[in-house]
């Protein structure tokens, strides 16, 4: 992947953080690819629009915002991001790793790795 490439995949994963965050459900549908695949620890989402349906109205809390730490480009091209979810009220969920699969049509795939046993007040 060359470096217009690689700055086009961050830029991606930094619109679907922003897009899930603030509700933007249409932003967060463009920048995914229309076969992305999310792996969740509780479940597999499949198809572009059964991952954002379940944004919009499946998750379990929805007044949440990502805020990561940390990204990195992947040996494939792919980004990896890690960070910590935070509800409204301030207190830390869980911390996650995201790995991203990033292709010319768009996020294609992300698998999701979490940690809650270092929840925070």
Do not use: K, W
């Not at 603030?22 to 549908?29: C, E, K, Q, S, V």
């Not at 463009?30 to 944004?55: C, I, K, N, Y």
């Not at 499946?58 to 915002?65: D, F, K, L, S, Y």
């Not at 869980?94 to 007040?121: A, K, N």
Request: hydrophobic share 35%.
């Amino acid at each position: 992947m060359d470096s217009d490439a690689a700055a086009s995949g961050r830029g991606l994963v930094e619109t679907y953080y922003d897009a899930v965050d603030a509700g933007d459900y249409d932003r967060l549908a463009s920048v995914l690819a229309p076969d992305v695949v999310h792996d969740r620890p509780d479940r597999t989402l499949s198809g572009r629009e059964t991952f954002v349906s379940f944004m919009r109205d499946g998750r379990p809390e929805t007044e949440t915002r990502h805020e990561v730490t940390a990204t990195y480009r992947a040996d494939d091209g792919g980004r990896v991001a890690r960070g910590r979810l935070v509800g409204a009220d301030g207190g830390v969920r869980f911390d996650f790793v995201d790995v991203f699969d990033v292709g010319d049509d768009g996020i294609r795939r992300i698998e999701t790795f979490v940690r809650d046993d270092l929840r925070r007040g």
